[in-house]
T-cell receptor
Framework: RKEVEQDPGPFNVPEGATVAFNCTYS??????FFWYRQDCRKEPKLLMS???SGNEDGRFTAQLNRASQYISLLIRDSKLSDSATYLC?????????FGTGTSLTVIP | NAGVTQTPKFQVLKTGQSMTLQCAQD?????MSWYRQDPGMGLRLIHY???????DQGEVPNGYNVSRSTTEDFPLRLLSAAPSQTSVYFC????????????FGAGSRLTVL
């Protein structure tokens, strides 16, 4: 079983839409959780860390459910510039595990 | 600050050749790591290091060697390249593992013929 599983999409949404991505992880001992964004042929970059109480950064909201081992990312009022692949990342000990990514295209 | 610098950006090898992908960071990060990214597979950890002189294997270490003689540098060596090693390689570092955020290099695209 993969350490981190994500729906690969693709998600094609109109500008202004709200879109949600989900991710599950298999190791209950996992300690830290992140969402990264990766543009085509570029390196991943941190979008936001995910905290147990949930956290928000502008149009982006991340949630963590430790009991269900589930992480989510909500993007409100989608912009064209949000088009990218979103990677769910889980840290367990000294290793970071990446989901395969969810592709988002925001359409004008 | 340059952050994490990877070289080369592109490389083509023949099967059986060896090469080294270079990674250097100037942020005094203790933790450094190498990943490969393949379509449909996500990023997979090859090797990592929690400090100078300390290295450990990740998920897919076979065919790769690493060393960490300084805090700044973490080269990845392909001993005898195989077509299965065709991939995009990313080096990443963080202050330490755990809650600290990974900073990635720009990637090295390797093709093995």
């Amino acid at each position: 079983r993969k350490e981190v599983e994500q729906d690969p999409g693709p998600f094609n949404v109109p500008e202004g839409a709200t879109v949600a991505f989900n991710c599950t992880y298999s190791n209950s001992a996992s300690q830290s959780f992140f969402w990264y964004r990766q543009d085509c042929r570029k390196e991943p970059k941190l979008l936001m860390s995910v905290y147990s109480s949930g956290n928000e950064d502008g149009r982006f909201t991340a949630q963590l459910n430790r009991a269900s081992q589930y992480i989510s990312l909500l993007i409100r009022d989608s912009k064209l510039s949000d088009s990218a692949t979103y990677l769910c990342v889980v840290n367990t000990g000294n290793q970071f595990y990446f989901g395969t990514g969810t592709s988002l295209t925001v359409i004008p | 600050n340059a952050g994490v610098t990877q070289t080369p950006k592109f490389q083509v090898l023949k099967t059986g050749q060896s090469m080294t992908l270079q990674c250097a960071q100037d942020m005094n990060h203790e933790y450094m790591s190498w990943y490969r990214q393949d379509p449909g597979m996500g990023l997979r950890l090859i090797h990592y290091s929690v400090g100078a002189g300390i290295t450990d294997q990740g998920e897919v270490p076979n065919g790769y060697n690493v060393s960490r003689s300084t805090t700044e540098d973490f080269p990845l060596r392909l001993l005898s390249a195989a077509p299965s090693q065709t991939s995009v390689y990313f080096c990443a570092s963080s202050q330490a593992s755990g809650a600290n955020v990974l900073t990635f290099g720009a990637g090295s695209r390797l093709t093995v013929l």
